[in-house]
């Protein structure tokens, strides 16, 4: 008999970069399944304040419309300098069309002669699986901003953001090793272990209550 394939998993993304490291880390026990294979496709306007709050309101909106359970992930780059920013709108630092090569030479440009370059990757997935039922899981990872771009690996900022752990750039490091320290592998972590502890409550409540009827 063959075993049964991983169960589907709709992480509400349209983040190429994000999706890839999603299907690594979860690769076994979940398929992941992006929005462009659902039939969701309306844009979803990011209005929150935080990560969380966009988090919250992508999961919601997809769960909406498909009514199974969704994971999203709100997250970005926080920069001391620029006290946090471009944090929730490092999709948008660039404004409209800019690629992420964009948004990096923005970023390097608006650091030109800064000396503090400390910086941090920040992550809130949200797993949303019943009308206002849902666990969230969080995650950062600390380091540097170069002074130029260091390697091609990874998406969005990676290329000038030196992990303080790793020693090097995202852009250098291979999946499993920014996978190991980053922000999503973090948040990722936090969440199964909620999970991982709701299920554990349900059993005990269970039994509880199995116990106090026996
Ligand atoms: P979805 O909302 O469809 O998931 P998005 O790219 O718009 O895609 P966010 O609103 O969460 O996602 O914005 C996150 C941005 O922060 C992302 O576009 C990158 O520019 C940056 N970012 C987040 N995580 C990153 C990582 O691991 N490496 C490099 N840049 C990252």
């Known amino acids: 008999m063959s075993p049964s394939p991983p169960p589907r998993l709709i992480v509400a993304s349209t983040n190429a970069g994000k999706i890839k490291e999603f299907r690594r880390i979860l690769g076994e026990v979940f398929e992941v399944i992006p929005l462009s294979q659902t ?18 309101l992508k999961a919601k909106a997809v769960y909406g419309r498909l009514g199974v359970p969704v994971l999203a992930d709100d997250s970005g780059l926080c920069v001391e300098a620029l006290d946090g920013a471009p944090g929730v709108y490092s999709a948008r630092y660039g404004g409209a069309g800019a690629t992420a090569a964009d948004c990096n ?9 800064v000396a503090n370059r400390s910086a941090k990757f920040v992550a809130c997935i949200v797993l949303y699986f019943g009308r206002d039922k849902f666990l969230v899981g969080n995650g950062e990872t600390a380091g540097r901003i170069l002074t130029e771009p260091d390697g091609t690996n990874g998406f969005g900022y990676d290329p000038i953001f030196f992990s303080d752990e790793l020693g090097k750039s995202f852009g250098q490091a291979c999946a499993d090793e920014k996978n190991a320290v980053s922000h999503r592998g973090r948040a990722l972590a936090d969440l199964l ?10 059993t005990s409540d269970r039994n509880g209550w199995q116990n106090s009827n026996n």
């Open 39 to 56: 039939t969701f496709s309306d844009e979803i306007e990011e209005t929150g304040a935080t990560f969380f709050d966009n988090a919250l």
């Open 105 to 113: 030479a923005l970023l390097l440009k608006n650091l030109e002669g």
């Open 193 to 202: 272990t909620r999970i991982a502890n709701s299920e554990k409550r349900k």
